[in-house]
């Protein structure tokens, strides 16, 4: 079975500074997608970034990229320049490489990006 | 671009009674999950449909059913309610037949059940 940890409950940041949230995994899978994903307040959820395990390159969407470790089974994200409107539940999240697979959650790091 | 539809946005209900919610997938999208996030929790799994077709089952409780009719709308009943089943309930729509390993999941709202 896959799980997701993430190990930071809770982060605070001020706003402009950059800030990474961690997350580990755990498969047996070699191919399989990682994600980030927000939940701000109005618990939307919406996909930050997406990762392929098949691929080296580490991800980048404008301010936010990840550092994926495939052999070390890490997948940290970091935000650049944060905003206020970057204050939001993170999840770290695991699907493996099949159509129409579930995603599996971790329990989340809530980050406040303070003025 | 139309999005996820997901009815109704608040629910509240009495213990022992039952619930519908409905999810409307993105038009074309033929593969539907729900997703159950009680307070403070990651999102958990359901179940999961593709072309009408149950294609995956996570701890969803036998009190639940669902299923995905021919116009690929999903219906979740959940019957005997209990306290416990108050939770953020999203529905996610992907295109399943994109010919293609990933077909990313797009997540509605989500239907807020308030169980008194």
């Known amino acids: 079975a896959q799980t997701v940890t993430q190990s930071q409950p809770e982060m605070s940041v001020q706003e402009a500074e950059t800030v990474t949230l961690s997350c580990t995994y755990d498969t047996s899978e070699s191919n399989y997608y990682l994600f980030w994903y927000k939940q701000p307040p109005s618990r939307q959820m919406i996909l930050v970034i997406r990762?392929?395990?098949?691929?080296?390159q580490n991800a980048t969407e404008n301010r936010f990229s990840v550092n994926f470790q495939k052999a070390a089974k890490s997948f940290s994200l970091k935000i650049s320049d944060s905003q206020l409107g970057d204050t939001a539940m993170y999840f770290c999240?695991?699907?493996?490489?099949?159509?129409?697979?579930?995603?599996?959650f971790g329990k989340g790091t809530r980050l406040h990006i303070l003025p | 671009a139309a999005g996820v539809i997901q009815s109704p946005r608040h629910l509240i209900k009495e213990k022992r009674e039952t619930a519908t919610l409905k999810c409307y997938p993105i038009p074309r999208h033929d593969t539907v999950y729900w997703y159950q996030q009680g307070p403070g929790q990651d999102p958990q799994f359901l179940i999961s449909?593709?072309?009408?077709?149950?294609?995956d089952k996570g701890s969803i409780p036998d009190r639940f059913s669902a299923q995905q009719f021919s116009d690929y709308h999903s219906e979740l009943n959940m019957s005997s309610l209990e306290l416990g089943d108050s939770a953020l309930y999203f529905c996610a729509s992907s295109l399943g037949t994109s010919g293609g390993p990933y077909n990313e999941q797009f997540f509605g709202p989500g239907t807020r059940l308030t169980v008194l």
């Open positions: 449909f593709y072309e009408k077709m149950q294609s």
């Open positions: 990762q392929e395990a098949y691929k080296q």
């Open positions: 999240a695991f699907m493996k490489f099949a159509r129409d697979d579930k995603i599996i």
